[in-house]
């Protein structure tokens, strides 16, 4: 039994999915190359600083691919949904971290929000599904 053939991609997809391996890998190497680094030896705060700029480039680079991906899906439905998407992930880590602050500020946790951006793209994540589920 023949199966039907699957679409192709759309060719901002495959942008997308190019810039998103390009900003992951890119991570993953300046990550263990920094960490590394930190931790064979004592760093000076100006390289420390460095490290930490140049770790969060690819992040801020996935950001980015989110947002060229928007720019450049030319399905207005698939847009709509992304918009969805960034938009309930935005809210969830907005909640997500003034409740944390609010814990904060009452004494229950002794730190506030850190790694914000994951919390984003775990929301991002999270939000896929359900905004495609009540579509």
């Known amino acids: 039994m023949a199966r039907a053939a699957s679409p192709a991609m759309p060719a901002y997809m495959r942008r997308y999915l190019r810039r998103f391996t390009l900003c992951m890998v ?3 190497v300046i990550l263990y190359a920094g960490l590394t680094l930190a931790r064979g ?3 000076p705060a100006p390289l420390a600083i ?5 770790t969060a480039a690819p992040i801020c680079g996935l950001f980015w691919a989110i947002f060229r991906l928007l ?3 030319d399905d207005e439905y698939q847009r709509l949904l992304l918009v969805k998407q960034v938009l309930l992930a935005t809210a969830a880590t907005m909640m997500i971290a003034t409740i944390w602050q ?3 500020v009452y004494d229950v946790l002794h ?3 850190q790694w914000i951006g ?3 793209f775990a929301m991002f994540g999270v939000a896929a599904p359900i905004v495609r589920l009540r579509a």
């Open 111 to 113: 730190e506030g929000p």
């Open 26 to 28: 890119s991570y993953i």
């Open 102 to 104: 609010f814990l904060v």
């Open 71 to 73: 720019a450049e899906c």
């Open 118 to 120: 994951v919390i984003w």
């Open 41 to 43: 030896m004592a760093v």
């Open 50 to 54: 460095m490290l930490a700029i140049f």
